[in-house]
Nanobody
Framework: QVQLVESGGGLVQPGGSLRLSCAASGRRISINDMGWYRQAPGKERELVATISSDGSTNYEDSVKGRFTISRDNAKNTLYLQMDSLKPEDTAVYYC???????????????WGRGTQVTVSS
């Protein structure tokens, strides 16, 4: 069974930093694109950043220059380094991964349960 588990959220003051992690687990899997999304109260879920299996990245405009997405393919782990955090970054952050399962021979998107990030003084 494939699972994504996020960690690293919390409360931080404006201008501070947090590092989110997302560990993918499962037998005989191959991970393609991965990404971070976020959902603030009363708003729709939105893309934050994505990274392909070869390391190509894409960022939502409001986080460019402040957030850095990376991955460790050997550990099946995704990261999001968030610097210069602003109150408007407050949201639940979700990990997403497109995964091929060699046991079921199916490819699909998986989601983590999310981790809360709150930026407040």
């Amino acid at each position: 069974q494939v699972q994504l588990v996020e960690s690293g959220g919390g409360l931080v003051q404006p201008g501070g930093s947090l590092r989110l992690s997302c560990a993918a687990s499962g037998r005989r899997i191959s991970i393609n694109d991965m990404g971070w999304y976020r959902q603030a109260p009363g708003k729709e879920r939105e893309l934050v950043a994505t990274i392909s299996s070869d390391g190509s990245t894409n960022y939502e405009d409001s986080v460019k220059g402040r957030f850095t997405i990376s991955r460790d393919n050997a550990k099946n782990t995704l990261y999001l380094q968030m610097d210069s955090l602003k109150p408007e970054d407050t949201a639940v952050y979700y990990c997403n991964a497109n995964i091929f399962n060699f046991i079921t021979t199916r490819r699909r998107d998986y989601w983590g349960r999310g981790t809360q990030v709150t930026v407040s003084s």
